[in-house]
């Protein structure tokens, strides 16, 4: 399918390179601004990183292997050239896998096998873990239940009707649904029975950002105990440890704490790094 719809002005980063190649060559230009202006109309791409003379050129005035292509079909004049570039749209010119036009739709160079679309995610994210664990017992009344998975969820698509906790009477308990990245959080309205066992479950309307479903619905069940959950929670390492000296510039800065944490209350205001002038960073 080919980008249609609107006309477009010759660039002047064109323009410049087409002057540059032709003080190159004694006078010869060896890109076509008329091929290029039919490129840019074609695929809807003026103004873009295809917009340029390295599309079909390599840094001098020779032609890469996507502006060989369109030249070997016919690439001269206007008329000429978008038959040519038309001709060769099922073609992979540079051998990197995708054929030229994917890589046109994509934005990529068609004539640069280094250049090429990302790979498709076609991967259903999966839940890592849970808080409480399935079949814990003994668990606060006033426990949050959560969920942390395999990667970042499509927010619009975690609520009340995909994350919900039942008693054992399948009666669904009323509560507030937080996501932050690839945590999911339920809050009870109120405290739970005592000593009851609940199920939380996940359905698969819920989806990763490049819409996924989870494959099945994922389940877990655990039994309340007769307390709350009244201990704050502790640090228990850090990286870097504290006072460490010759730590890499690219060190990443954690802590790992004795019990989950609500990841809507860590933010750049409750966790930071400050220099030696006490400046964050």
Not at 1 to 5: P, Q, T, Y
Not at 104 to 107: E, G, R, V, Y
Not at 268 to 271: G, I
């Given at each position: 399918?080919?980008?249609?719809?609107r006309a477009v002005a010759i660039s002047l980063s064109m323009t410049v390179c087409v002057v540059a190649v032709m003080l190159a060559v004694g006078g010869t230009a060896h890109s076509n601004t008329d091929i290029l202006d039919s490129f840019n109309t074609e695929y809807t791409t003026a103004g873009t990183a295809l917009d340029n003379c390295t599309t079909c050129h390599t840094s001098g005035s020779s032609f890469n292997l996507y502006g060989l292509a369109i030249d070997?079909?016919?690439?001269?004049?206007?008329?000429?050239?978008l038959a040519a570039i038309q001709a060769v749209e099922g073609d992979d010119s540079d051998g990197d896998t995708f054929t030229n036009i994917v890589e046109?739709?994509?934005?990529t160079f068609p004539g640069d096998d280094t250049s090429f679309p990302a790979a498709e995610d076609n991967t259903a994210p999966t839940v890592d873990s849970t808080v409480p664990a399935d079949n814990?017992?003994?668990?606060?009344?006033?426990?949050?239940?959560?969920a942390t998975f395999s990667e970042a969820l499509d927010n619009?698509?975690?609520?009340?009707?995909?994350?919900l906790l039942t008693d054992a009477l399948d009666n669904v308990v009323a509560g507030t649904v937080d996501v932050t990245d690839n945590t999911v959080t339920f809050k009870p309205d109120v405290f739970l029975d005592n000593t009851s066992t609940y199920t939380a479950t996940l359905t698969t309307a819920i989806t990763d950002l490049a819409g996924n479903q989870l494959e099945s619905d994922y389940t877990w069940s655990f039994t309340t105990g007769t307390g709350t959950d009244t201990t704050s929670p502790t640090v228990l390492s850090t990286v870097p440890a504290d006072g460490a000296t010759g730590v890499a510039v690219t060190t990443v800065v954690s802590a790992t704490?004795?019990?989950?944490?609500d990841p809507v209350t860590v933010d750049?205001?409750?966790?930071f790094v400050t220099d030696g002038m006490d400046n964050v960073v």
């Open positions: 399918m080919r980008n249609k719809g070997t079909a016919g690439g001269r004049g206007t008329d000429a050239g046109i739709n994509a934005l814990a017992v003994n668990v606060a009344i006033n426990v949050w239940v959560m619009a698509t975690v609520d009340n009707n995909s994350f704490f004795d019990e989950a944490i750049n205001t409750s966790f």
